[in-house]
């Protein structure tokens, strides 16, 4: 089973993450194939993206419980990042749609897209901090850009949980609705879109992105998380999370 599924119909492009089993928690198989995902919507005909979720999270973070990959770990988390620039890079504007848990990396791939739409009841946080960990996917740029610097530290050194109602106070998603209405709203805000011309969205996209350099901000975050992933704080906060029962 691939751990992402996309299917374009009527000029949208669906791209759903699909490891329910662990509520969609980020391991090397779910990053490469959801970098394909994106590519295969660049080269397709669709106009806009629907960024989710299979089962009861749109993605939990990483995966602890995985082992940690051997080889380069500045190529694995440069590919981590990949997802991030593909997001912005691609000419569709893309749309994520959050439900359930949407920790640390799953919360950064939302902020990677365009637009965000959440579940009321969606569950937001940024816990590198308390982890020990550093933030990936340009969260150190983008979440500041939407929320402003002060809120952004609040989060990100408080790291603690807060719902889609919160989220959208924060200017940090577009809009909260009620868990059953999300898929039908994101698909209502896609085909709006998709009614479009195509070449004036892109560039639309493309204008308001032009002064967002991230490029500085993801070389600075992996500096950052390869001095984390090997402290002792990682190692401890690890092994507590895989001895949970």
Same mark, same amino acid.
């Given at each position: 089973?691939? !751990?992402?599924?996309?299917?374009?119909?009527?000029?949208?492009?669906?791209?759903?993450?699909?490891?329910?089993?662990?509520?969609?928690?980020?391991?090397?198989?779910?990053?490469?194939?959801? &970098?394909?995902?994106?590519?295969? =919507?660049?080269?397709?005909?669709?106009?806009?993206?629907?960024?989710? /979720?299979?089962?009861?999270?749109?993605?939990?973070?990483?995966?602890?419980?995985? %082992?940690?990959?051997?080889?380069?770990?500045?190529?694995?988390?440069?590919?981590?990042?990949?997802? =991030?620039?593909?997001?912005?890079?691609?000419?569709? %504007?893309?749309?994520?749609?959050?439900?359930?848990?949407?920790? $640390?990396?799953?919360?950064?791939?939302?902020? $990677?897209?365009?637009?965000?739409?959440?579940?009321?009841?969606?569950?937001?946080?940024?816990?590198?901090?308390?982890?020990?960990?550093?933030? !990936?996917?340009?969260?150190?740029?983008? &979440?500041?850009?939407?929320? $402003? %610097?002060?809120?952004?530290?609040?989060?990100?050194?408080? /790291?603690?949980?807060?719902? /889609?109602?919160?989220?959208?106070?924060?200017?940090?998603?577009?809009?909260?609705? %009620?868990?059953?209405? &999300?898929?039908?709203?994101?698909?209502?805000?896609?085909?709006?879109?998709?009614?479009?011309?195509?070449?004036?969205?892109?560039?639309?996209?493309?204008?308001?992105?032009? !002064?967002?350099?991230?490029?500085?901000?993801?070389?600075?975050?992996?500096?950052?998380?390869?001095? !984390?992933?090997?402290?002792?704080?990682?190692?401890?906060?690890?092994?507590?999370?895989?001895?949970?029962?």
């Amino acid at each position: 089973m691939p !751990t992402v599924e996309f299917a374009v119909e009527d000029g949208i492009a669906q791209i759903r993450l699909n490891r329910p089993e662990r509520l969609n928690a980020v391991a090397v198989v779910l990053v490469d194939d959801f &970098l394909a995902a994106l590519d295969a =919507t660049a080269r397709s005909d669709a106009r806009v993206v629907v960024l989710s /979720g299979n089962g009861r999270a749109f993605c939990a973070g990483h995966d602890l419980k995985e %082992p940690t990959p051997a080889g380069d770990s500045r190529a694995r988390l440069d590919r981590l990042q990949d997802v =991030t620039r593909r997001l912005r890079g691609l000419r569709q %504007p893309v749309i994520a749609a959050v439900h359930g848990y949407a920790i $640390g990396a799953g919360a950064e791939f939302a902020l $990677g897209c365009d637009l965000i739409l959440a579940a009321e009841d969606a569950v937001f946080a940024f816990p590198e901090v308390s982890l020990g960990l550093s933030v !990936t996917g340009a969260a150190s740029r983008l &979440l500041p850009l939407l929320v $402003g %610097p002060l809120k952004a530290k609040e989060l990100l050194l408080l /790291g603690e949980r807060f719902d /889609g109602r919160k989220a959208a106070e924060l200017g940090m998603v577009n809009a909260a609705v %009620p868990a059953e209405q &999300l898929q039908a709203e994101a698909l209502s805000w896609a085909k709006r879109i998709a009614e479009h011309p195509p070449a004036a969205a892109a560039m639309a996209k493309r204008v308001l992105d032009a !002064t967002t350099d991230l490029e500085p901000a993801l070389e600075l975050e992996v500096s950052h998380a390869l001095i !984390t992933e090997t402290s002792a704080a990682v190692a401890a906060s690890t092994e507590a999370f895989r001895s949970r029962t």
